[in-house]
């Protein structure tokens, strides 16, 4: 069984390499498709440069366009052209760690969609500030009660889905073009039940890179979850 790591990217050129080859040295039938934006700092530049030779690692520079949900969206697309039958998405900046990929390809056996959450038994958030914190504990709230869904961590992107989740949700009809595609994938999964599934994990802030996060995306998000759950 094939599976894929789809990985979106923006200026993260001091955590890319080391997450690449942690993730290619855990398993032979592991390959990853970077989906960058044309990053500043050259982070695309960097994975050509160091894995051009390497048949397990794809790379799309996308140089017109830029946002999460739109960038995310092409690497499932290339990930479902390139036959993966499994597809894991995570951020590149190591609050996702790889260790829990052995985890997700278990649980993935029994379920169509699995979640790495802070919110089950044993998964957790450390180094954010309460702020930070707070942010997320809203949005989940906020995005449960709207999207009436009884998903513990509907904002967690390290995720992995069987392909068949992923061919039947009309990728191409979504509205986000930013981070709110976490949510309404998941939303759409949720449409067709799918068997959706928590493992715990430990979400580590970035301690590399910058943060892209700013407060207009949070109100993006907010208002992309009305749009995309009454079909506004
Ligand atoms: N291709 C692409 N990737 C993006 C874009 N914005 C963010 N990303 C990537 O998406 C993932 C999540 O973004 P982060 O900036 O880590 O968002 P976050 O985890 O909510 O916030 P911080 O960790 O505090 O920065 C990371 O791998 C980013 O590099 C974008 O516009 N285009
Ligand atoms: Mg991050």
């Known amino acids: 069984m094939k599976t894929m790591v789809m990985i979106p990217t923006y200026n993260e050129r001091e955590n890319i390499n080391n997450l690449i080859n942690d993730i290619l040295s855990l398993n032979n039938d592991i390959s990853v498709v970077v989906v960058d934006d044309n990053s500043p700092d050259g982070t695309s530049q960097l994975v050509e440069s160091s894995f051009s030779n390497n048949l397990r690692v794809d790379l799309i ?3 017109n366009d830029k946002g999460r949900g739109t960038a995310g969206i092409v690497g499932f697309e290339h990930a479902l052209k390139k036959g993966a039958d499994y597809i894991i998405e995570m951020d590149s900046d190591y609050s996702h760690h790889p260790k829990y990929i052995p985890t ?4 993935i056996q029994n379920s169509d969609v699995v979640i790495g959450s802070r919110n089950v038994e044993g998964g957790k958030e450390l180094g954010r500030s309460g702020f ?3 942010i997320t504990w809203f949005a989940n709230l906020y995005i449960r009660i709207i999207m009436r869904i009884n998903v513990k961590d509907c904002t967690s992107g ?3 889905f069987r392909r068949r989740a992923l061919e039947s949700i009309r990728l191409e009809k979504m509205v986000s073009k930013g981070p709110s595609i976490v949510e309404e994938i998941l939303y759409a999964c949720h449409l067709k039940k799918f068997r959706i599934k928590e493992i715990p994990i430990v979400f580590e802030d970035r301690t590399r890179g910058d943060s892209t996060k700013n407060l207009c995306q949070y109100i993006d998000t907010a208002w992309k979850t009305l749009q995309f759950r009454f079909k506004m």
């Open 61 to 63: 520079c996308r140089k």
């Open 104 to 107: 997700f390809l278990k649980e």
């Open 132 to 134: 930070r914190e707070f």
């Open 158 to 160: 390290y995720r992995c």
